[in-house]
């Protein structure tokens, strides 16, 4: 992976991980006390069609999945493990994942879009450091 890639991924990932790390843990904290967190937690309202009854199993969701597996793969793709693209796609999609989901059940926000995109760009990163998208991937074809 070249050293540039490796920097933005690891600091990419890093951003992703503890922000999603702070925004569940928000949303455990605003359900178990059941305050709005300065209107960090969305409305109640929105759980209505959805298979949660509060917060808390969301918020947790958030921090542990798809914040750990960004904080793992900067952690690893900032050391340069072999493991650390397989983590950056594991992370990404998930990050996809989220979102979508997430779109089904609340109205459109800004934040996903832009979580959206930064999902986007750590697996054209990805796929740039792979040698599948890029100068060599079109002369190879």
Sequence with gaps: MKRWIRIVLTILTATI?????????????????ASTSGGIVPDRAFLENGPF??????????AVIVGGT???????????????????????FGLLIWIFVQMMVIPFSPLQA?????????????LLSMGLVGRRALAAS
């Excluded at 991980?17 to 006390?33: E, H, K, P, R, W």
């Excluded at 904080?71 to 793709?77: E, G, K, Q, R, T």
């Design 70 to 92: 960004h904080l793992l793969a900067s952690v690893l793709v900032g050391r340069g493990s072999q493991a650390g693209s397989f983590a950056v796609a594991v992370a990404g």
């Design 114 to 126: 832009i979580y959206f995109a930064a999902a986007l760009a750590e697996l054209g990163l990805l």
């Design 17 to 33: 991980g503890l922000t999603a790390v702070a925004g569940g843990l928000a949303l455990v904290i605003g359900a178990v006390t």
């Design 53 to 62: 009854s509060s917060y808390v199993a969301p918020g947790l969701l958030l």
